[in-house]
């Protein structure tokens, strides 16, 4: 068959066919990137290189591979992200599978890993403690960049918690960390509080109850609420999260916080009135301020801003 014939035959359909019939009606509905999401929902429904697809669109897949195809583009229309839709997203250095109880994780979420792993590249088997684990992407990603350390992983969901162990365990990380169902301390042992933790993360949810009606439908409808918002004005989890890591971080520990786009006077603000010193940020890809760090005593990591 030639490019000249991509039309469907009785058993199959040419990737050029399928590729033009998807990308029309993404566009029609509105998607952004509409090539590009076709190319990869494609890609994996026809189990083709990506670049094959645009090299070769005379290549025929069976029937049954299209009608996979169809049903992923089908989902897009109603605006479910391709990484919902394949069921795992690249975050850092791994691939992590979602679940509908888990947020999708962002690419500016890596600049929390970053900043972990600068200040705890000479640590010795340093402990981490996350709190919303969800997929487990920001505990499994700094434990696995880390020689002999350890992490426990906590969510009051019991299903991001099934989802970040399978994703431990994918990854060959099941012997370094625990995930636990809690309501933010209430499972954390009395000897993991006398222990403590030397880093302390989260990225809390922080979208204020007005702004989530201004969210893209790819988030309001497929990002699980109770990750995105606390349902007041995005500072509830803070609110909590500073007290309760302050309790529970060593002498020596640290804690970083992801934030919204304009938290970070707030969110030091909380953090400082916890008893927490040494505030820092770092800024997203975006110029974005993406979080903010703060230690239990003044010490010798970092840059303090306050
Ligand atoms: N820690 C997870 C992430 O960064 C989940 C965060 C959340 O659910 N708010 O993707």
Known sequence: MTADDATTTDNS????????????????????NARMDARILLSDAAGVDGSRIAAWPEDTVTMDKAKTFRSMVARRLKHEPVSRILGQRDFWRHSFRLSPETLDPRP???TIVELALDWLEDANAPTVLDFGT??????????GDLQKASGL?????????????????????????????S??????????RKAGFDLIVSNPPYITQADME????EVRQYDPRLALTDEGDGLGAYRILSQ?????????????FEIGQGQEKDVSRLLVEAGFVGIEYREDLGGIVRCVAAKKTRCSVGRCVI
């Open 244 to 256: 309760v890591a302050f309790s529970l971080v060593k002498p020596a520990g640290f804690v970083i």
């Open 214 to 217: 201004k969210l893209s439908p």
């Open 134 to 143: 969800g997929t487990g992407c920001l505990l499994l990603s700094i434990i």
């Open 153 to 181: 992983g906590i969510d009051i969901s019991e299903g991001a918690v099934t989802c970040a162990r399978e994703n431990a365990n994918r990854l060959g990380l099941a012997d370094q960390v625990e995930f636990r169902v």
């Open 108 to 110: 500016d979420s890596e």
């Open 13 to 32: 359909v040419t990737l050029g066919t399928l590729m033009t019939e998807a990308v029309a009606a993404l566009r029609d509905a509105g998607i952004e």
């Open 183 to 192: 309501d933010w301390d209430s499972a954390i042992t009395d000897a993991e």
